[in-house]
């Protein structure tokens, strides 16, 4: 009889202790968005982006030339010639596939500058997110700005501008964020 009371009592124990979780969530795009460092990443990327463009259509303007003298030349030339000219255009054709790859492929230049400009915030995020969740003592932070759909929020779980605060304090969110996130269900 004991040992039931025992597995009882040790039951309940536990079921409250799962049902004492919390929850909060944090919209991590309007933090990036609020932190300068972001707006400068995105600014710079930008430049990059657009600097990367000009090159490739550089290169399909020089493809186009080529094409363009090779058509005009073509009658003038024998079979090889006309041969030689036709796999220099296949070439270079090949280059700006290769290039275009190189600069916005899977792999390429544009992701690793993307990752390499943003990864440090996300991390720092992270960090901070983690700080006030150990503080306030949440089990589950879920992103709104990630991936995860959120049908509904309620402002009172988001922790958002505390998150914010806890990386630059001295930093103004300039987004308009409700300021209810402070209230909490305990």
Known sequence: MKKWISFIALFFGFASLTFAQRFCYVDSQYILESLPEYTSSQSKLKSQTESWQKEIEQKKENLVKLQTEFEAEKILLTAEQVKEQEQKLADEVAAVKVLQDKRYGPNGDLVNLRRSMVKPLQDQIYNATKEVADKRGYSFVFDKGSDLIMIYTDPKFDIS??????????????????????????
């Open 161 to 186: 501008r505390e998150v914010l605060h806890t990386l630059r304090p001295d930093l103004k969110p300039t987004n308009s964020k409700s300021n209810s996130n402070s209230k909490t269900r305990k």
